[in-house]
């Protein structure tokens, strides 16, 4: 099979070598010259540290590095089986994109787009026939991350979706079916991990550090919310809050925080800026946690029952199936626990009890408790 790939980013290379790696015959294109000799540059660097390191034979990574070709001619793409999509974040670019590479590739070929958050249905618009476009969203780092969700758009066949997630299934990946709505399961459920925190912060309940021990030590997360933030980038995670809080119409309960946003304006990012919630410099001090039992067990069930009121009101709005959340939550951000079996396991009307309580106390959107954890006693 023969798979286009168009970016050659973080994201593209990414897919690239995973496509690569079961065999497939890979294309990238990339407008940017000097991207795709970093790019491939790159990908050599990565398959030789594999060799060395004994995780691949040396025939296997010169096997499959000659699996990709490099190019910056869209005319490449026309053997394509399936073309992924991973350029800049923007839909009228993405757009223009895809009504140029459906002249060049043949007709049964899919078109996909790894967006994080753009309408799938609205680049499927831009095509003569909409019905082969599809939304194929990987994890970063795509050749570790094991989650895809794989996104219908209004206009995609029956027969696209089985087909693009035969081919994703049969690169070892765990694929979850995601309506076509802002932040699709992860990026949308995942949000008051985030924002819940730094609300806990704002408020002055706890500091940084006693947050993020209390969802470490008590709740099995691997990293705190600040940890994360900092790792993924405030750049980068701000933009996902904005984005999903401007999709879902402004609804307050997804709207960012200043907190986050004067980081972005001191581009204080995180670690690759040596400065984010927590100062990466050599000679930083860093303070202990409070690490007080019934504080640290508040923080924790504040932030997940957040997290399990979101989790289950995307169920009750069918974005997804039951099982495809926990997997999609298990293994797109790697929680410790699906949060629909996280909301058994404490008791829904405990759920319900604290949300009430947050919600009593602030009158605000984002504590509204989903219908669903009224109307059910188990998931
Ligand atoms: N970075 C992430 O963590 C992540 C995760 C999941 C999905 N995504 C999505 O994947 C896509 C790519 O993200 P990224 O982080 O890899 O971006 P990136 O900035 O690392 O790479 C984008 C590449 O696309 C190229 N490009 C731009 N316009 C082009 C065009 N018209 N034709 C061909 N090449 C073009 C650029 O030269 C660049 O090399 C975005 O839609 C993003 O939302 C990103």
Redesign the pocket.
């Known amino acids: 099979m023969t798979i286009g790939i ?8 990414g897919i690239a070598q995973v496509a690569a790696t079961y065999g497939n015959k890979v294309v990238v ?4 010259e000097m ?1 795709l000799i970093q ?1 491939s540059q790159r990908m050599t660097n990565t398959i030789e540290k594999l060799i060395a390191k004994g995780k691949m034979t040396e025939e296997a990574g010169n096997a499959l590095l000659q699996q990709i070709t490099w190019t910056h001619q869209q005319d490449a793409l026309a053997e394509s089986n399936m073309v992924i ?5 923007n839909v009228s ?2 757009q ?2 895809f009504s140029s590479i459906e002249t060049i590739v043949n007709d049964t070929c899919i078109l996909a ?6 309408s799938i249905t609205s680049i499927a618009s831009a095509c003569k026939n909409p019905t082969r476009v599809i939304g194929i ?4 780092p795509a050749a570790l991350m094991e989650l895809v969700e794989i996104i219908p758009a209004l206009q995609t066949s029956s027969e696209t979706t089985v087909r693009a997630k035969s081919i994703i299934d049969s690169w070892n990946k765990k694929t979850v079916l995601a309506k076509d709505t802002p932040g699709f399961i992860v990026n949308r459920i995942a949000r008051p991990f985030y924002s819940e925190a730094i609300r806990l912060y704002e408020e002055g309940i706890a500091g940084i550090e006693t947050i993020d021990y209390a969802l470490k030590t008590f709740g099995g997360f691997k990293m705190g919310p600040f940890e994360l933030m900092d790792l993924i980038g405030h750049d ?1 995670n701000y933009t996902v809050t904005e984005t999903v809080w401007k999709s879902f119409y402004y609804d307050s309960k997804y709207i960012p925080s200043f907190t986050q946003k004067r980081l972005v304006e001191a581009c204080w990012f995180g670690r690759k800026s040596g400065r984010g919630f927590y100062d990466y410099s050599e000679n930083a001090i860093s303070q202990e946690p409070n690490i007080d039992v019934t504080l640290c067990n508040d923080i924790l069930l504040r932030v997940l029952v957040m997290l399990i009121n979101e989790a289950a009101h995307a169920l009750y709005l069918n974005v997804a199936s039951k099982d495809d959340i926990e997997l999609a939550m298990t293994k797109g951000v790697n929680y410790p626990k699906g949060l629909l079996q996280w909301a058994n396991d404490i008791g829904i009307e405990n759920v319900v009890n604290k949300l009430d309580e947050l919600y009593n106390l602030y009158h605000e959107e984002r504590y509204k408790c989903s219908p669903i954890l009224r109307k059910i006693i188990q998931f």
């Open positions: 168009i970016g050659c980013g973080t994201m593209g290379a294109v990339d407008t940017n991207a790019a999509e991973a350029i800049v974040e670019i993405k223009a994109l787009s790894n967006t994080s958050s753009l969203h990987f994890f970063n980068v």
